[in-house]
């Protein structure tokens, strides 16, 4: 069973750009999360979507956004680019909306802004 | 709202020995889970541990315990017979409520195992 897969794994923008990362789930997961992993704030909450709708969202600007196709794919887009998104954001999967269900991450995507 | 606190910033311990990593949190819901993430080196966040906090019982997996104190909010990892593999720096999550997919992490420890 493929786990989540996370890509591009790597990449460099610079400031003023704009960077789609992509996320597939775990086959049978509805449930996509996105987080923030940078070693000032450690790991912060994005945004999680199922069934296509976004269901809970962190604590960040508007320049961070997100969606979800209806293969459970999400993609994660973040607009004019700052130094301060240099980080690792990790996408999760789980089955289903209920509390019982467990997130697997994935590997990541390090960005980094120039 | 949680808030997570993990007071330990780096843990050692030998190999084949016993570590404990400490976590207190708080939260407003009545109904939640308890998580222990660990990530080692390559950067892959992989789950070792959950709790019901509705279960008295403390969770085992194989050679992971917690000690799960419901009134103290605290939710401590024990880790048995460590050994290299279990390197890693380990996070303390909660998650409850509407918001089971958002867990709020605490700032990790870092484990080092000596062999």
């Known amino acids: 069973k493929a786990g989540v897969t996370q890509t591009p794994r790597y990449l460099i923008k610079t400031r003023g750009q704009q960077v789609t990362l992509s996320c597939s789930p775990i086959?049978?997961?509805?449930?996509v999360s996105w987080y923030q992993q940078t070693p000032g704030q450690g790991l912060q909450f994005l945004f999680e979507?199922?069934?296509?709708?976004?269901?809970n969202k962190g604590n960040f600007p508007g320049r961070f956004s997100g969606r979800q196709f209806s293969n459970s794919r999400s993609e994660m887009n973040v607009s004019t680019l700052e130094l301060g998104d240099s980080a690792l954001y990790l996408c999760?999967?789980?089955?289903?909306?209920?509390?019982?269900?467990?997130?697997?991450f994935g590997a990541g995507s390090r960005l980094t802004v120039l | 709202a949680q808030t997570v606190t993990q007071s330990q910033p780096e843990m050692s311990v030998q190999e084949a020995e016993t570590v404990t990593l400490s976590c207190t949190y708080d939260t407003s819901e009545s109904d939640y889970y308890l998580f222990w993430y660990k990530q080692p080196p390559s950067r892959q966040m992989i789950l070792v541990i959950r709790?019901?906090?509705?279960?008295?019982q403390n969770a085992t997996e194989n050679r992971f315990s917690v000690n799960f104190q419901k009134a103290a909010k605290s939710f401590s990892l024990k880790i048995s017979d460590s050994q290299l593999g279990d390197a890693a720096m380990y996070f303390c999550a909660p998650s409850g409520g509407t918001s089971y997919g958002k867990l709020t992490f605490g700032q990790g420890t870092i484990l080092t195992v000596h062999p």
């Open positions: 979507y199922f069934s296509e709708t976004q269901r």
């Open positions: 709790q019901e906090a509705y279960k008295q």
């Open positions: 086959s049978g997961h509805r449930s």
């Open positions: 999760a999967s789980r089955r289903d909306f209920s509390g019982a269900n467990v997130l697997t």
